[in-house]
């Protein structure tokens, strides 16, 4: 292994739509913890969201903040309690740190800890830089066979494996999810992972929708086609947008399930409908324990995600990484923390 550097090179949001290059010390590992070396980030939405806004519900931007938690690296350092032999592993970053005393965490909902210290969620620092640490057991090893991409957008695969969890997904299913986008794509795939024969994709966004039937789902437009009768056991929302998860709660037979991804602030709820025909509604949050079965969906082939990838951007660019989410063909967008600038940010022959 190449020696450490003292400094390394972070994107640092100081208010909104503020972003600069700051040289800070690279962080030494308490006895539980590792140094990674970070190599790809993935653009999330709520990064997009603090760096145009600011704040995100009660998370407030106060103080100077690096963004990003879809993260993998490469392990250069150990703390006192951790096996020297994991210095070099490539790795997978389950970005949060719970407190694991409290009684949600030793209930095993410890993504509910109130004392959860979360990558990029103020004042917790995340990974558009080029070392972080992370408690040694959140730290996942990966095969050679999965990318540093796919490593790191194990993150996003743990929200849609937390829905099809919380979602009940079994064989037999037929599941509809709202929203063509990285996290719907990924939904899908997870849905008929687990199972799903029937697995439906509404989005009104015609390139989403051919995009996402290249995974293998059927795709239907809600402007012009009903999914009321498709009688789908489980219904994902992973848009957000309050028209879909109306349609949705219509959409899932009686006895049906309810999973809320997406960011809606409020949506109109007919009581009646939901009590007279049993529908479960509930949502996400983050996940629990869903990274070795992340890595077992990936190693296995039931799940791709390095298709994903549009875009790459070095460190200097994470300003435009955040903004490119209305460029042509964009859907996955990489930050490589120890890349400076990439010539040409998206990449060359994606199929």
Not at 41 to 52: E, K
Not at 315 to 322: G, H, N, S, Y
Request: with cysteine; aromatic share 4%; charged share 20%.
């Amino acid at each position: 292994m190449s020696e450490i550097p003292t400094t390394m090179t972070a994107s640092v949001l100081r208010g909104i739509e503020d972003l600069v290059l700051e040289d800070r010390p690279v962080p030494s590992p308490a006895p539980d913890e590792v140094l990674v070396q970070v190599l790809s980030v993935g653009v999330c939405g709520s990064d997009v969201h603090y760096y145009t806004h600011g704040r995100i519900g009660p998370y407030v931007v106060e103080s100077p903040l690096v963004l990003g938690h879809e993260a993998s690296g490469r392990i250069v350092a150990v703390g006192a309690d951790v096996d020297a032999a994991r210095i070099g592993q490539r790795v997978a970053i389950e970005p949060q740190r719970p407190c694991r005393v409290c009684e949600l965490c030793r209930a095993g909902a410890y993504n509910l800890c109130p004392a959860m210290e979360f990558y990029a969620t103020p004042p917790i620092d995340g990974a558009f830089c080029e070392y972080v640490l992370i408690q040694d057991d959140f730290a996942y090893e990966v095969p050679d066979s999965i990318s540093d991409h796919a490593a790191a957008l194990m993150e996003p695969l743990s929200v849609g494996i937390a829905a099809a969890q919380k979602g009940g997904i079994k064989v037999g299913d037929t599941v509809l999810v709202a929203g063509g986008g990285p996290i719907g794509i990924i939904a899908a795939q997870v849905a008929r992972a687990f199972g799903a024969v029937d697995v439906v994709v509404s989005d009104i966004n015609p390139a989403r929708r051919e995009l996402a039937a290249g995974y293998g789902v059927r795709v239907l437009d809600p402007a012009t086609e009903s999914t009321e009768q498709l009688g789908a056991h489980v219904f994902i929302d992973a848009s957000g947008a309050v028209p879909a998860i109306v349609n949705g709660i219509r959409s899932v037979r009686s006895g049906g399930t309810v999973v809320l991804v997406g960011s809606a602030d409020e949506i109109p709820l007919s009581v009646p409908e939901i009590a007279m025909r049993e529908v479960n509604v509930t949502g996400t949050f983050r996940y629990t324990n869903t990274w070795p079965i992340a890595r077992a969906l990936l190693a296995t082939g039931q799940v791709e995600l390095d298709s994903l990838v549009t875009h790459e951007y070095g460190i200097e660019q994470v300003e435009e990484a955040l903004t490119g989410e209305g460029s042509a063909g964009s859907l996955k967008r990489i930050v490589l923390p120890g890349v400076r600038r990439v010539a040409e940010p998206e990449l060359a022959g994606r199929a």
